[in-house]
């Protein structure tokens, strides 16, 4: 067995170098060879995506899945979607990113106390990996959270993500049963060990279309994690 990677680069590195699981590494470089026709000229990135933020940060924003269009083409965390076009500026608003718009791994996004990764590194057709997916992937969530040695806040977008995270809380023997959490949005739910699990619905479309989740309802879940990671108040 390989040993455990030294620094969250060195994690990310083997991230991208995944191939643990042969449908969602056959459907990403699918869909980075073939494109959509709106994306014609970029070059897909067509990998696991590595997570994005800042090394040191309190906060750890967990969604599903990379987008086919979104993630599976920029490369980064909720970048070129219109999940990302949501988060981004609400981050942005909290004062917890340097701009509101995520275009690209070269944009100049910056985060400051926020890392954002996901239960699910590649690309899955219809957004819905298997079980066996999920758990496939669940080793490089375990070794980000012990690297994250500042956590202090857990925010997870949507019921996969909530349940993900409870999955390896358990692996880490830190809860008994997921019975104590029920997901619901902006649920704020105090973990042995110093976090604090958030829960948020997912800024799909399919919720922000049709008003489940509104920016006042998502900048409310953001300006409390900064607040419980005691990073000061948002910005006016």
């Given at each position: 067995?390989?040993?455990?990677?030294?620094s969250?680069?060195?994690?990310?590195?083997?991230?991208v170098?995944?191939?643990?699981?042969?449908?969602?590494?056959?459907?990403?470089?699918?869909?980075?060879?073939?494109r959509?026709?709106?994306?014609?000229?970029?070059?897909?990135?067509?990998?696991?995506?590595?997570?994005?933020?800042?090394p040191?940060a309190?906060?750890?924003?967990?969604?599903?899945?990379?987008?086919?269009h979104?993630s599976?083409r920029t490369?980064?965390?909720?970048?070129?979607?219109?999940?990302?076009?949501?988060?981004?500026?609400?981050?942005?608003?909290?004062?917890?990113?340097?701009?509101?718009?995520?275009?690209?791994?070269?944009?100049?996004?910056?985060l400051?106390?926020?890392?954002i990764?996901?239960?699910?590194?590649?690309a899955?057709?219809a957004?819905?990996?298997?079980?066996?997916?999920?758990?496939?992937?669940?080793?490089?969530?375990d070794?980000e959270?012990?690297?994250?040695?500042?956590l202090?806040v857990?925010?997870?977008?949507?019921k996969?993500?909530?349940?993900?995270?409870?999955?390896?809380?358990?692996r880490?023997?830190?809860?008994?049963?997921?019975?104590?959490?029920?997901f619901?949005?902006?649920?704020?739910?105090?973990?042995?060990?110093?976090?604090?699990?958030?829960a948020?619905?997912h800024?799909?479309?399919?919720?922000?279309?049709?008003?489940k989740?509104?920016r006042p309802?998502?900048?409310?879940?953001?300006?409390?994690?900064?607040?419980?990671a005691?990073?000061?108040?948002?910005?006016?």
């Amino acid at each position: 067995m390989a040993a455990s990677p030294r620094s969250l680069e060195d994690l990310n590195a083997r991230i991208v170098a995944c191939d643990r699981c042969p449908r969602l590494r056959a459907y990403c470089a699918g869909v980075a060879q073939v494109r959509r026709r709106a994306y014609a000229d970029w070059e897909y990135w067509g990998k696991p995506v590595p997570s994005f933020g800042d090394p040191q940060a309190r906060i750890l924003v967990l969604g599903l899945a990379p987008g086919a269009h979104g993630s599976n083409r920029t490369g980064r965390p909720f970048t070129g979607d219109g999940s990302g076009d949501f988060l981004y500026p609400v981050l942005y608003d909290a004062g917890l990113a340097s701009q509101p718009k995520a275009i690209s791994r070269d944009d100049g996004m910056k985060l400051n106390g926020v890392w954002i990764n996901s239960v699910v590194r590649c690309a899955p057709p219809a957004n819905k990996p298997t079980p066996e997916e999920l758990r496939t992937c669940a080793p490089w969530l375990d070794e980000e959270m012990r690297l994250l040695n500042h956590l202090r806040v857990v925010v997870c977008l949507g019921k996969i993500a909530f349940d993900g995270f409870l999955n390896h809380r358990l692996r880490a023997g830190h809860i008994s049963s997921r019975a104590a959490f029920p997901f619901r949005h902006a649920a704020e739910y105090p973990l042995p060990g110093g976090l604090t699990l958030m829960a948020s619905y997912h800024p799909s479309l399919q919720n922000t279309n049709t008003g489940k989740l509104t920016r006042p309802m998502f900048l409310a879940v953001f300006n409390r994690a900064r607040e419980l990671a005691e990073l000061g108040s948002a910005p006016v």
